[in-house]
């Protein structure tokens, strides 16, 4: 509820300017109408948004909410919008100050609200060769919030694409007000402290990670800094199966024929192949969700695809970096080698496809992949194949050699429903894991189409948890409910028991995390 | 013209699919398989053209960036201090908004209000949302303003002020309208009839900065060519009417201007003004009627005809400095001139010449446009005083332009001489040349 006193201890905190009052405003920051049947429910809304400048602002803040029992939901550009039901939004925004860059050592300290593209731009201006991990969050995303972003949806993580291995040391504000500082930053006047994670007892650093500021409000995070690769190749592999698939992502990544230079943290997109249209050169008329097979088929046969008829078709697009041109030469022949003695799998080339843009597709994932020119985001490639409309989606991680088996169930239910579930994956943790998104079109305010997706989704999401050991990310509703249903017991434990002692009062974000009862006062 | 080494290089160069926007603000229709109905359809039926755009955004966030110049921060309004990537001030809130009012979730407010007039209408959101998604958050911003002007609670009160100026004195600054052509030197008839070219000297040139009224003449005479103006007859062009919502008096000022000019039977309408360029290249198609007998050019457009024709010989160095060009949005942006404000200085004898990182398609607005130097100057002054300080740091010493309102905003954050800049139109420069 909204508290004029509340209100007016914010604008004293950060003046006037730098507090949102109202509903109109706010809705605009909160509103997830990427997520939204129209029409709608309306949105769970804080009553401020409160924008602080630095740690001594976000200090006051929570001394602030503590008094008042008010509860205090931390977003950096909040373009990732969990609910949010009352009380503060904390916006990190105009905490965006690069405090150090490091070239010698690799590393890069930095307030929490400092963006991909304003970081590249700082890199940029200073001609500092360096880059961060990709990842497939906007350019103007927090990288401080996604490479903590690993987190409790509700109740369950599963977004690990190994980006948390970045942050070797961070300053946060507990809920109760205090600034701390982990690993050996715990001990200021360290040598390593932005550059060793592991200070003085447990790593406390990972407790931030995954928690989605239900824990404390990260400030500032000291993060590693990669070379940044000399030569880049794209290499884009047609495989007619998915278990060939499977196989193959892992052997590419073991096999170092994709090496990259920021340990292990490359991306691999894999492109379902219906998810294509129109993006990459396919017109088609129809809903992406009224295709039949053989509309597949036809799909196959202009592209060139392998395989035939409406067998599902995949694009394993690969981008090496490479530390030389003559490097990536030399690899050239090493992916002769391995082609040749996989035949399952086909160099897609202008030649056998002639129907795919090569040279945009190429010039996008340079460009926008966050790869080789280490730009941050990879927006066209994700949003490939879209057409206008409304995309659903789930995601989460499964083990690498799951993969076939969530994909056999996924595709099936999908066309059982009359969808069109579209893969997209990014091999994480060196190749071990695949974070897995599954988009399936839908025409914005189509009753229709959200009623298959509904249908689908309630029968798919229980069968691949169970049958292929799929880990959901951002988790409510029904999915929470399935993994619910197999989570250790000890993990929940030990989970509250943590959240108690650094948050007695309950203020932050009470609504996500395990759901402890939260009273408003 | 010899290009100065830069300091940024220009990635986008490098990528040969770069799209400008092509709307053409409210005259999209919705696609036929979007059927949406909302509660309050008919509250704002006024929001209906912005439904098609409003519902297909990602909220993603690119409209404030630019994705080809280094992804730098573009948008104006997300930039400015107090509002510093406020989602209601970038493209996504605008099209939030028009999603939150039809569907009753939020109602008009003077902040809202707020939220939609502190917007030049510059059309980056635009762009950058067309490299992805393809939804025009300037599409929800119009039809923001037009359903706040019908509620009564809009437009700002500045904006309502230069409404009854140009209702009473034909111009927004309230200069008395015999004043016009008072910078006019050259002796020129004006409303000959059968002229070949009706030059339009627009509000801001003759009112704010004449030198470029000046410079235009004295080319059209360096030309030999056949030209007229309206002299009393010239109403203002109706441009910050429409862009502030207040259709109904700028279609009466657009008529008056249309009607005058067929009378005179040219062929060519030219302007030196983007506002007004623009709003004679697209008013038949915002206000109905039939697209005009003669042709419509940016000043820019007949010079660089004129250059590559022989018809104009720039025989001398217009000056020493390094220059740059900022891409008026009406012309750039918006309507896709790009080339030819840049065949004009490369046509000036040994002129330096260095590009914005911002350029082009992904030119940062000087932020007066729009009715925004009127209602907020603190926003134009904002956008001014960075265009200004990355003038600098591309190294260049000269910021030309091609439109009066563009030069007068970088001019008053200039006066004081705080970053050392020369600022001025492409014409003056060529001008120069000619001498």
């Known amino acids: 509820m909204p508290n004029e006193l509340v209100l007016k201890e914010l604008e004293a905190i950060v003046g006037p300017a730098n507090v949102i009052s109202d509903p109109g405003r706010i809705f605009s920051e909160v509103y997830d109408a990427w997520l939204q049947i129209f029409p709608g429910k309306p949105p769970k809304m804080p009553d401020y948004i409160v924008r602080p400048a630095n740690e001594l602002e976000v200090q006051d803040i929570m001394l602030m909410a503590n008094r008042y029992k008010v509860p205090v939901h931390v977003a950096s550009a909040y373009s990732y919008k969990l609910p949010c039901y009352s009380g503060i939004l904390l916006q990190t925004v105009r905490m965006n100050r690069v405090h150090e860059v490091n070239v010698e050592e690799g590393y890069a300290v930095i307030d929490a609200g400092v963006?991909?593209?304003?970081?590249?731009?700082?890199?940029?201006?200073?001609?500092?060769?360096?880059?961060?991990?990709?990842?497939?969050?906007?350019?103007?995303?927090?990288?401080?919030?996604?490479?903590?972003?690993?987190?409790?949806?509700?109740?369950?993580?599963?977004?690990?694409?190994?980006n948390q291995e970045a942050i070797m040391a961070l300053e946060a504000v507990l809920p109760t007000g205090e600034l701390v500082h982990t690993g050996s930053w715990s001990l200021p006047i360290s040598s390593c402290k932005y550059t060793f994670d592991l200070g003085f007892g447990p790593q406390l650093t990972r407790i931030f990670v995954g928690a989605l500021g239900t824990l404390g409000v990260v400030t500032k995070a000291a993060i590693k800094l990669w070379p940044k690769p000399k030569a880049l190749t794209v290499k884009l592999l047609g495989i007619k199966k998915c278990d060939e698939l499977a196989k193959n992502l892992s052997k590419v990544m073991y096999t170092?024929?994709?090496?990259?230079?920021?340990?292990?943290?490359?991306?691999?997109?894999?492109?379902?192949?219906?998810?294509?249209?129109?993006?990459?050169?396919?017109?088609?008329?129809?809903?992406?969700?009224?295709?039949?097979?053989?509309?597949?088929?036809?799909?196959?046969?202009?592209?060139?695809?392998?395989?035939?008829?409406?067998?599902?078709?995949?694009?394993?697009?690969?981008?090496?970096?490479?530390?030389?041109?003559?490097?990536?030469?030399?690899?050239?022949k090493y992916w002769s080698a391995y082609l040749s003695s996989h035949p399952e799998v086909t160099e897609l080339t202008p030649d056998n496809c002639p129907g795919i843009k090569f040279g945009e597709i190429e010039a996008s994932l340079k460009m926008y992949g966050g790869i080789g020119e280490g730009e941050p985001g990879n927006q066209r490639i994700r949003y490939c194949g879209w057409v206008p409309g409304h995309i659903w989606s789930f995601y989460g991680s499964v083990g690498n050699s799951a993969l076939p088996k969530l994909h056999e169930i996924t595709w099936s239910v999908g066309r059982k429903h009359g969808l069109v579930p579209a893969l997209h994956t990014i091999p994480i943790n060196e190749g071990r894991v695949s974070h897995v998104r599954y988009m399936v079109p839908i025409e914005r305010g189509d009753g229709e189409g959200v009623k298959k997706y509904a249908a689908f989704f309630g029968e798919v999401i229980p069968r691949v948890i169970r049958e292929s050991g799929f880990v959901p990310a951002r988790c409510f509703g029904l999915g929470a409910k399935v993994v619910s249903q197999h989570m250790d017991p000890g993990f929940f434990e030990l989970y509250q028991r943590i959240k108690r002692a650094v948050d007695p009062n309950n203020i932050m974000a009470p609504w996500l995390g395990f759901n402890i009862p939260f009273e408003y006062g | 013209m010899t290009e100065v080494e830069r300091k940024i290089p220009l990635t986008y160069k490098n990528i040969d699919f770069v799209p400008f926007i092509t709307h053409a603000s409210l005259d999209k229709t919705p696609r036929e398989w979007v059927n949406i109905t909302f509660p309050k359809d008919n509250e704002y039926p006024d929001l209906a053209a912005a439904k098609f755009e409003a519902v297909r955004c990602w909220v993603c966030g690119q409209c404030e960036m630019s994705s080809m110049a280094n992804w730098a921060m573009n948008c104006p309004t997300a930039t400015y201090p107090a509002h510093y990537r406020q989602a209601a001030y970038r493209g996504q809130g605008k099209h939030m908004t028009v999603l939150g009012l039809l569907q009753g979730f939020i109602k008009p407010t003077p902040e809202l209000v707020d939220v939609a007039y502190f917007c030049n209408l510059c059309g980056n959101c635009t762009l950058?949302?067309?490299?992805?998604?393809?939804?025009?958050?300037?599409?929800?911003?119009?039809?923001?303003?037009?359903?706040?002007?019908?509620?009564?609670?809009?437009?700002?009160?500045?904006?309502?002020?230069?409404?009854?100026?140009?209702?009473?004195?034909?111009?927004?600054?309230?200069?008395?309208?015999?004043?016009?052509?008072?910078?006019?030197?050259?002796?020129?008839?004006?409303?000959?009839?059968?002229?070949?070219?009706?030059?339009?000297?627009?509000?801001?040139?003759?009112?704010?900065?004449?030198?470029?009224?000046?410079?235009?003449?004295s080319l059209l005479s360096a030309a030999n060519a056949d030209f007229t103006v309206l002299g009393g007859e010239e109403w203002c062009c109706g441009s910050p009417l429409y862009m502030t919502g207040l259709w109904e008096e700028a279609k009466e000022t657009y008529e008056h201007n249309i009607a005058k000019i067929e009378e005179l039977g040219v062929t060519?309408?030219?302007?030196?003004?983007?506002?007004?360029?623009?709003?004679?290249?697209?008013?038949?198609?915002?206000?109905?009627?039939?697209?005009?007998?003669?042709?419509?050019?940016?000043?820019?457009?007949?010079?660089?005809?004129?250059?590559?024709?022989?018809?104009?010989?720039?025989?001398?160095?217009?000056?020493?400095?390094?220059?740059?060009?900022?891409?008026?949005?009406?012309?750039?942006?918006?309507?896709?001139?790009?080339?030819?404000?840049?065949?004009?200085?490369?046509?000036?004898?040994?002129?330096?010449?260095?590009?914005?990182?911002?350029?082009?398609h992904h030119a940062w607005c000087c932020g007066a446009g729009a009715g925004v130097m009127s209602a907020y100057p603190e926003l134009a002054n904002f956008a001014a005083t960075e265009r200004l300080k990355e003038a600098k740091m591309v190294g260049a010493s000269y910021v030309s332009s091609a439109c009066p309102f563009c030069v007068l905003n970088l001019r008053r954050n200039e006066e004081s001489g705080k970053f050392g800049l020369e600022i001025g139109d492409i014409l003056q420069l060529l001008d120069r040349s000619m001498r």
């Not at chain 1, 990288?143 to 987190?151: D, T």
């Not at chain 2, 010989?313 to 942006?333: E, I, M, N, Q």
């Open chain 1, 115 to 162: 963006t991909f593209n304003q970081f590249y731009r700082y890199l940029r201006s200073k001609n500092i060769d360096l880059v961060i991990p990709v990842t497939t969050a906007p350019p103007n995303t927090s990288i401080v919030a996604n490479f903590l972003f690993k987190g409790i949806g509700m109740n369950m993580t599963s977004i690990s694409d190994g």
């Open chain 1, 256 to 332: 170092k024929l994709a090496p990259n230079t920021s340990g292990g943290h490359w991306l691999l997109l894999v492109l379902h192949g219906t998810n294509i249209a129109p993006y990459w050169g396919f017109d088609q008329k129809k809903k992406l969700y009224d295709l039949t097979d053989d509309d597949i088929a036809k799909m196959r046969e202009y592209y060139g695809f392998p395989g035939e008829g409406t067998q599902y078709f995949y694009i394993l697009a690969c981008t090496p970096h490479y530390q030389s041109e003559d490097e990536a030469k030399l690899w050239e």
């Open chain 2, 128 to 217: 950058q949302c067309s490299m992805g998604i393809g939804s025009d958050p300037v599409v929800s911003v119009m039809a923001l303003r037009r359903t706040f002007v019908k509620m009564g609670i809009a437009p700002p009160a500045a904006h309502r002020r230069f409404a009854n100026y140009i209702k009473e004195y034909h111009n927004p600054y309230a200069e008395p309208p015999e004043n016009r052509f008072a910078w006019l030197k050259k002796s020129v008839e004006p409303q000959k009839k059968g002229a070949e070219i009706l030059y339009f000297a627009g509000c801001t040139g003759p009112y704010r900065t004449p030198d470029v009224c000046d410079a235009t003449v």
């Open chain 2, 268 to 360: 060519r309408l030219i302007t030196s003004c983007a506002g007004c360029y623009r709003q004679f290249h697209e008013g038949y198609r915002k206000f109905g009627g039939s697209k005009p007998s003669f042709e419509v050019l940016h000043s820019s457009q007949l010079f660089s005809e004129y250059l590559s024709s022989g018809r104009l010989k720039p025989k001398s160095k217009a000056t020493d400095k390094v220059v740059t060009y900022h891409d008026p949005c009406h012309l750039g942006r918006h309507v896709g001139v790009f080339d030819e404000p840049r065949e004009i200085l490369s046509n000036i004898p040994e002129l330096k010449f260095v590009e914005f990182e911002r350029t082009a």
